[in-house]
């Protein structure tokens, strides 16, 4: 029994120096590496062998997403001519296929004021904050185009297509901008005018006729003479002005 311990301690002592090598190395190796890279390696792998392709494959998504972004962020329309957009959605709106998630089966009446805040994103985002490709600007007119109503002229109604309140202001915004510089049409009402008489020769907006003659002593106003003074108002007039009445 004596014999055996000892075998087991001479064994330990010869492994333990091996054991606390490797787990330094690994411990160096997790220091040298980036903050993304996977760090699923084990200190008795070899490193040649401990690589990670997670980190790599995040990395090309990531980097084909902003290229993405670059591409349409200076020209917002072409991405609406891209057989990537219309492998998405086809003919139809960009809100078309969307649905609200809502508590009970009556829709609140108003948006969420935003979907982003910061880094953080709702689990439904609306269907402009869910695509990163599309955005509001007011030469975008085709996008612009799909929430104006053909019947009103009007923007439709953010419940009706799920927009945010954010992005609902951006579009307002967006469409007086194309309106005023006439890439989007804009109607105006017609008024039927009644047979009233416009011109000038009513009283109203005539000319003012030349007034009567007067004679000497006659007052303008004829009312004027009618109006008796209080004698005790004219007593005290006098009084205080009868230096200059003599």
Not at 124 to 140: A, E, L, T, V
Not at 205 to 228: A, K, Q
Not at 240 to 246: E, H, S, V
Request: include cysteine; charged fraction near 25%; glycine fraction near 4%.
């Amino acid at each position: 029994m004596a014999t055996s311990m000892k075998y087991i301690a001479t064994f330990l002592c010869r492994v333990s120096p091996l054991i606390s090598y490797s787990v330094r190395q690994y411990q160096s190796r997790l220091q040298r590496l980036p903050a993304r890279t996977c760090l699923s390696l084990s200190p008795f792998i070899h490193p040649r062998h401990s690589y990670c392709k997670a980190a790599s494959l995040q990395d090309e998504a990531v980097a084909q997403a902003t290229e993405a972004l670059a591409r349409y962020k200076d020209r917002p329309w072409d991405y609406l001519e891209s057989e990537e957009y219309i492998e998405r959605y086809g003919s139809s709106p960009v809100w078309a296929d969307y649905r609200r998630n809502h508590k009970g089966g009556i829709p609140p009446q108003k948006t969420r004021k935003t979907c982003i805040r910061g880094d953080k994103i709702c689990g439904n985002p609306c269907p402009i904050c869910r695509d990163p490709n599309i955005i509001i600007h007011h030469q975008n007119v085709k996008l612009l185009q799909q929430f104006i109503s053909p019947h009103t002229g009007m923007v439709l109604d953010s419940t009706r297509t799920g927009v945010c309140m954010k992005q609902q202001k951006k579009l307002n915004e967006a469409v007086d901008t194309a309106q005023d510089h006439g890439l989007l049409p804009f109607q105006i009402p017609y008024v039927e005018f009644s047979g009233e008489d416009y011109s000038n020769s009513h009283d109203a907006v005539g000319s003012t006729p030349p007034p009567s003659s007067l004679t000497l002593g006659d007052n303008w106003y004829t009312w004027y003479g009618e109006i008796l003074p209080d004698e005790n108002e004219v007593a005290k007039v006098k009084k205080t002005y009868k230096a200059y009445l003599k």
